[in-house]
């Protein structure tokens, strides 16, 4: 049996906080260690300028170069997301407004994973990522994204998934990301 392929998944946070719920969680998403998936870690949120389409021309800002170059080589992505203001955090919603015109994301394998402390599990935010990541064609895998409520109950402080079914569903979400990029390279 031929070995499959190595498949690079940029993994992305929709907060700008360290120790935020949803960066622990991609980085314990991260630890379930896929065989054949390599995790690439966008950090670059912050960098990003206000979207602006006057500054879209040619190659636009350096920062903006950075994460489509980072879009453009990867397989396959990975979104936590918390919700601010029910709704996406502001950062990564204009994250993704750089990518509208580009088309770095089209028909990319994405799992998009809302988590939050509130008994709603960030539904909001992971709607509004769901309507964002359809506008730009992304393959989203609607099987595979999760919200998670009560996300403090299921992790601990330290980024460790103490919830067993919590676990399952999150090594399945990343099976089915392995095998949407998969397919995607036969």
């Known amino acids: 049996m031929p070995m499959k392929k190595e498949l690079n998944i940029l993994a992305i946070s929709g907060s700008l906080r360290n120790h ?16 054949n998936l390599k995790f690439e870690v966008y950090d670059g949120l912050n960098d990003l300028p206000h979207f602006n389409p006057d500054l879209d ?5 350096l920062a903006v170069q950075n994460f489509r170059a980072q879009l453009k080589h990867s397989d396959g992505v990975m979104i936590c997301t918390p919700e601010y203001g029910n709704g996406v955090p ?34 909001k935010a992971h709607a509004s ?23 403090t109950l ?29 397919q995607m390279n036969e």
């Open 20 to 35: 935020s719920s949803n960066t622990l969680l991609m980085h314990a998403m991260i630890k379930l260690d896929p065989p």
């Open 57 to 61: 021309v040619e190659e636009g800002p």
């Open 90 to 123: 502001g950062v990564l919603k204009n994250a993704l407004d750089w990518i509208v015109s580009s088309g770095e994301w089209l028909n990319k394998p994405t799992v998009a994973i809302a988590a939050s402390p509130s008994p709603m599990g960030g539904d």
């Open 129 to 151: 990522l769901l309507l964002t990541l359809n506008m730009i064609n992304a393959q989203v895998l609607h099987e595979a994204s999760l919200t998670i409520p009560h996300i």
């Open 154 to 182: 299921k992790m601990n402080k330290q980024g460790v998934i103490i919830d067993s079914e919590i676990q399952h569903a999150l090594e399945n979400s990343l099976l089915s990301l392995e095998d949407a990029c998969n």
